[in-house]
């Protein structure tokens, strides 16, 4: 039998390796001996590195010597509710730098909540000659002089994408640096950019590649250069419009609406910005093949939104404001029966009052009449346990809920009671649940719930809930596929941290803001667990000039196996061995 | 508990029933006076933003809450923070049959402003010739608030869109002979020059 595996030919091996995309496949296979840990590495092109401190770039590249694809994360989650100084790290270029030398045929890059420079796309656009994919989302840190060196030097770019990032907008120019015989882009993303792009630039780009798939514009793209822009690219699939109002000018919506209906491929619409409900009917012709859409920045009120989608019965993934209102939700599920995906984003978040006639009903009208409804993001001013639990009933394959109820401690509005039932009926019926966000009055048994049941939670976020360590050791305890756990404002301190150390190596990250975790808890745990890096983030100056007992701000703690990293700023200190001797 | 010996005040961390002396649309205010379980820093910081803050009558804002991202913040229409006056002036062109408005504050300089020319008068042919500054045929004039008539592109830009109150698109031809030359310094951002 030995024999036999040993004089297996490595090429039939790999080739069958070949078929193993996922990667917790991929790490099984590799532990099941040296052969196929040697030869799972060299055929490895795909990794997915979900922190960047986790590992050293050198690492990688040592390991897996022929990687064609990257994807890294950056900061942490919360980081994008500026809850994350300035500074704290996320730089790229390490890693750009390393891949330059070691991984010359490149051909994607994704990165997210990542602190990209100019030098770093600079390096990207010269290193790798069959660089094929860009996808920075939600990244910051380099301007469009950076876009100008991909777009001049990678010929074989197809999917240039800029999600959310804040970019330094020096002007449009950059993308008339695409040069005249470059013709494979295949997806262009650049609606976070502020300024004015040439029109006819875009036009000729847009012209000139044929295989143009997903094309999402700026804002500044006015209404009425979109028609013709779409005359070029009929074959779309993906479309986000720039800015969507101008007056009303019959010409104007006509040669829209007949350029819209030329792109019989079109299945997914966003932008909208600032749309005005008199250019809607332009799309109408597309609404019987849309899966996809998202009007969230757009201020269009139920009515309109009602004749809008009750067109789209194949509707799968809505993003929209709370205009929608319950009774437009009440239409969406009598319309979208498809529907998997909902998002509804507050259109008035900081008021004070409710602006708009959205509630938990909007919510058990979706749950009800959409059965393949299993992601919801969802921001209101009122729920209830009852509500909560006929929800629950409905929609059992929830794998994604994030509940928003905007006023922090809300009680169920109706008993006034903690909410703590409601989302025990959530993690109770929804067995396939992995992601959860929770909101309103909660205890520590809500959390006893969540820890009982929540098997299969992955990510959980937790803001202004709980009474005392028991809830936050409930969760460490109970939730046994736990990777990330961020939580703000909870009166969590030392004795469930320090009690549940060791699942913190199970996880990918905890992240705690506002809570009452010590500086000393933190440095024992700093201590005890070399594979942990903990860090303290705290703008209020060294930890050590304070008292021990005293809470730190803010803590980041994340598994690691490259050790503490040297890219800290002033306000970020790792707790570990030495830090007994380095700090005091 | 670990509260105790941090010498915190978690007081108003209730989990019961509102007191019987206290409505529920009071609900509102307390939130902004709760003192945040944890860190000094939110609670000290805040006390200072609350007490302004009550003062104008606005609403408190917690850092990050309700967690909308800050992408979204930035560009929802809703947005407080970006309380950007908008600028909108008329802008003609000579052999356009009808007038454009353009929003001034949506632009950061005078290349942003010619690219917005270019693209709203495009279909009316400005989009080639402009790649060749010397021969391009027009010039971008504009009408201050003495009423005088100015060459674009002299003043800073924050000056000019102070003090801009139309736009008009010049045929050079009609500008000879004033002294004029217009250099097209503000066409030059339309086309593909290395700035660097």
């Given at each position: 039998m030995l024999r036999m595996a040993s004089s297996f030919p490595e090429e039939v091996l790999e080739h069958v390796f070949s078929f193993i995309q996922s990667d917790t496949d991929r790490n099984a296979i590799s532990m099941v001996c040296k052969s196929w840990y040697e030869i799972e590495r060299w055929c490895r092109r795909r990794i997915f590195i979900g922190n960047c401190y986790a590992v050293s770039p050198r690492m990688v590249t040592g390991r897996f010597p022929e990687v064609r694809s990257i994807e890294l994360k950056g900061k942490p989650h919360f980081a994008d509710f500026n809850l994350v100084p300035d500074g704290w790290g996320g730089y790229v270029y390490p890693w750009i730098s390393a891949m330059a030398k070691g991984y010359p045929w490149l051909e994607e890059i994704r990165l997210k909540r990542m602190v990209v420079t100019d030098e770093s796309l600079e390096l990207i656009a010269k290193s790798f000659k069959n660089f094929k994919v860009l996808v920075l989302s939600s990244c910051e840190g380099f301007s469009t002089d950076g876009l100008a060196a991909i777009a001049a030097n990678c010929r074989n770019l197809r999917e240039l994408d800029l999600r959310e990032c804040d970019v330094d907008d020096l002007s449009g120019h950059w993308l008339s640096h695409f040069p005249d015989t470059y013709t494979s882009l295949v997806s262009l993303n650049i609606s976070c950019l502020g300024s004015e792009v040439s029109i006819s630039t875009l036009e000729r780009l847009v012209g000139r590649c044929p295989n143009l798939r997903s094309l999402r514009l700026n804002r500044a793209v006015p209404i009425e250069r979109l028609a013709n822009l779409l005359r070029q690219a009929p074959q779309l699939a993906e479309l986000g419009t720039g800015a969507y109002s101008a007056e009303l000018r019959p010409d104007i919506f006509s040669n829209l609406a007949g350029a819209l209906s030329g792109c019989k491929e079109l299945k997914s619409l966003s932008g909208f910005w600032?749309?005005?409900?008199?250019?809607?009917?332009?799309?109408?012709?597309?609404c019987p093949g849309l899966t996809s859409l998202n009007l969230s920045y757009a201020a269009i009120q139920s009515p309109d939104l009602i004749k809008l989608l009750s067109q789209c019965p194949s509707l799968q993934r809505l993003w929209v404001l709370d205009y929608i209102e319950d009774v437009g939700l009440e239409a969406l599920a009598a319309s979208c029966t498809d529907l998997r995906e909902l998002r509804v984003f507050p259109s008035d978040p900081f008021g004070a009052e409710p602006n708009v006639s959205l509630t938990e009903l909007g919510l058990i009208s979706v749950s009800a009449g959409c059965p393949k409804l299993h992601s919801v993001l969802y921001f209101c001013r009122q729920m209830s346990n009852a509500a909560l639990t006929t929800i629950a009933r409905n929609r059992p394959n929830f794998t994604c809920f994030r509940l928003c109820i905007i006023e922090p401690r809300t009680p169920d509005y109706l008993t006034l009671e903690p909410l703590d039932v409601g989302f025990g009926a959530i993690v109770e019926h929804c067995k396939d649940l992995r992601r959860l966000s929770v909101s309103g009055l909660l205890t520590d048994r809500a959390f006893e719930y969540i820890g009982t049941h929540a098997k299969k939670l992955e990510m959980l976020s937790l803001a202004f809930a709980g009474d005392s360590d028991l809830g936050l050791h409930h969760v460490l305890s109970g939730c046994e596929n736990l990777k990330k756990l961020e939580i703000r404002d909870c009166p969590f301190g030392d004795k469930a941290l320090l009690a549940n150390a060791a699942k913190l190596e199970t996880m990918r990250s905890l992240w705690m803001s506002s809570c009452m975790v010590s500086y000393g808890a933190c440095k024992l745990l700093g201590r005890k667990m070399p594979r942990l890096?903990?860090?303290?983030?705290?703008e209020r100056g060294p930890p050590d000039s304070r008292a021990e007992s005293c809470p730190v701000e803010?803590?980041?703690?994340?598994?690691?196996?490259?050790?503490?990293?040297?890219?800290m700023p002033d306000f970020v200190w790792t707790m570990d061995e030495d830090s007994a001797l380095r700090l005091s | 508990m670990a509260k105790e010996g941090l010498g915190l005040e978690i007081t108003e961390l209730r989990l019961g029933l509102p007191g019987g002396d206290r409505e529920r649309n009071e609900k509102k205010r307390v939130f902004s006076e709760i003192n945040i379980g944890g860190g000094d820093v939110v609670v000290g910081e805040e006390e200072e933003e609350h007490s302004a803050d009550r003062k104008?009558?606005?609403?408190?804002?917690v850092v990050g809450w309700p967690p909308v991202c800050s992408y979204r913040r930035k560009n929802s229409f809703n947005n407080n923070e970006n309380e950007k006056e908008k600028v909108y002036v008329k802008v003609s062109m000579d052999g356009a049959p009808f007038l454009r408005k353009i929003d001034l504050s949506m632009h950061k300089g005078y290349?942003?402003?010619?690219?917005?020319?270019e693209n709203l008068f495009g279909c009316f042919g400005m989009g080639e010739r402009l790649k060749d500054a010397d021969s391009c045929e027009f010039a971008p004039i504009y009408e201050d608030k003495d009423g005088d008539w100015m060459l674009v592109g002299d003043v800073p830009w924050e000056m000019f869109v102070e003090s801009c109150k139309r736009l008009r698109v010049m045929k050079k031809s009609e500008a000879l002979g004033f002294g004029l030359e217009p250099t097209s310094f503000l066409l030059k951002g339309s086309l593909e020059i290395e700035t660097k």
């Amino acid at each position: 039998m030995l024999r036999m595996a040993s004089s297996f030919p490595e090429e039939v091996l790999e080739h069958v390796f070949s078929f193993i995309q996922s990667d917790t496949d991929r790490n099984a296979i590799s532990m099941v001996c040296k052969s196929w840990y040697e030869i799972e590495r060299w055929c490895r092109r795909r990794i997915f590195i979900g922190n960047c401190y986790a590992v050293s770039p050198r690492m990688v590249t040592g390991r897996f010597p022929e990687v064609r694809s990257i994807e890294l994360k950056g900061k942490p989650h919360f980081a994008d509710f500026n809850l994350v100084p300035d500074g704290w790290g996320g730089y790229v270029y390490p890693w750009i730098s390393a891949m330059a030398k070691g991984y010359p045929w490149l051909e994607e890059i994704r990165l997210k909540r990542m602190v990209v420079t100019d030098e770093s796309l600079e390096l990207i656009a010269k290193s790798f000659k069959n660089f094929k994919v860009l996808v920075l989302s939600s990244c910051e840190g380099f301007s469009t002089d950076g876009l100008a060196a991909i777009a001049a030097n990678c010929r074989n770019l197809r999917e240039l994408d800029l999600r959310e990032c804040d970019v330094d907008d020096l002007s449009g120019h950059w993308l008339s640096h695409f040069p005249d015989t470059y013709t494979s882009l295949v997806s262009l993303n650049i609606s976070c950019l502020g300024s004015e792009v040439s029109i006819s630039t875009l036009e000729r780009l847009v012209g000139r590649c044929p295989n143009l798939r997903s094309l999402r514009l700026n804002r500044a793209v006015p209404i009425e250069r979109l028609a013709n822009l779409l005359r070029q690219a009929p074959q779309l699939a993906e479309l986000g419009t720039g800015a969507y109002s101008a007056e009303l000018r019959p010409d104007i919506f006509s040669n829209l609406a007949g350029a819209l209906s030329g792109c019989k491929e079109l299945k997914s619409l966003s932008g909208f910005w600032e749309a005005v409900p008199t250019y809607l009917p332009a799309v109408y012709s597309l609404c019987p093949g849309l899966t996809s859409l998202n009007l969230s920045y757009a201020a269009i009120q139920s009515p309109d939104l009602i004749k809008l989608l009750s067109q789209c019965p194949s509707l799968q993934r809505l993003w929209v404001l709370d205009y929608i209102e319950d009774v437009g939700l009440e239409a969406l599920a009598a319309s979208c029966t498809d529907l998997r995906e909902l998002r509804v984003f507050p259109s008035d978040p900081f008021g004070a009052e409710p602006n708009v006639s959205l509630t938990e009903l909007g919510l058990i009208s979706v749950s009800a009449g959409c059965p393949k409804l299993h992601s919801v993001l969802y921001f209101c001013r009122q729920m209830s346990n009852a509500a909560l639990t006929t929800i629950a009933r409905n929609r059992p394959n929830f794998t994604c809920f994030r509940l928003c109820i905007i006023e922090p401690r809300t009680p169920d509005y109706l008993t006034l009671e903690p909410l703590d039932v409601g989302f025990g009926a959530i993690v109770e019926h929804c067995k396939d649940l992995r992601r959860l966000s929770v909101s309103g009055l909660l205890t520590d048994r809500a959390f006893e719930y969540i820890g009982t049941h929540a098997k299969k939670l992955e990510m959980l976020s937790l803001a202004f809930a709980g009474d005392s360590d028991l809830g936050l050791h409930h969760v460490l305890s109970g939730c046994e596929n736990l990777k990330k756990l961020e939580i703000r404002d909870c009166p969590f301190g030392d004795k469930a941290l320090l009690a549940n150390a060791a699942k913190l190596e199970t996880m990918r990250s905890l992240w705690m803001s506002s809570c009452m975790v010590s500086y000393g808890a933190c440095k024992l745990l700093g201590r005890k667990m070399p594979r942990l890096n903990v860090e303290v983030i705290d703008e209020r100056g060294p930890p050590d000039s304070r008292a021990e007992s005293c809470p730190v701000e803010k803590l980041y703690i994340y598994r690691s196996i490259s050790g503490p990293r040297f890219d800290m700023p002033d306000f970020v200190w790792t707790m570990d061995e030495d830090s007994a001797l380095r700090l005091s | 508990m670990a509260k105790e010996g941090l010498g915190l005040e978690i007081t108003e961390l209730r989990l019961g029933l509102p007191g019987g002396d206290r409505e529920r649309n009071e609900k509102k205010r307390v939130f902004s006076e709760i003192n945040i379980g944890g860190g000094d820093v939110v609670v000290g910081e805040e006390e200072e933003e609350h007490s302004a803050d009550r003062k104008r009558g606005t609403k408190n804002q917690v850092v990050g809450w309700p967690p909308v991202c800050s992408y979204r913040r930035k560009n929802s229409f809703n947005n407080n923070e970006n309380e950007k006056e908008k600028v909108y002036v008329k802008v003609s062109m000579d052999g356009a049959p009808f007038l454009r408005k353009i929003d001034l504050s949506m632009h950061k300089g005078y290349s942003d402003l010619a690219m917005a020319l270019e693209n709203l008068f495009g279909c009316f042919g400005m989009g080639e010739r402009l790649k060749d500054a010397d021969s391009c045929e027009f010039a971008p004039i504009y009408e201050d608030k003495d009423g005088d008539w100015m060459l674009v592109g002299d003043v800073p830009w924050e000056m000019f869109v102070e003090s801009c109150k139309r736009l008009r698109v010049m045929k050079k031809s009609e500008a000879l002979g004033f002294g004029l030359e217009p250099t097209s310094f503000l066409l030059k951002g339309s086309l593909e020059i290395e700035t660097k």
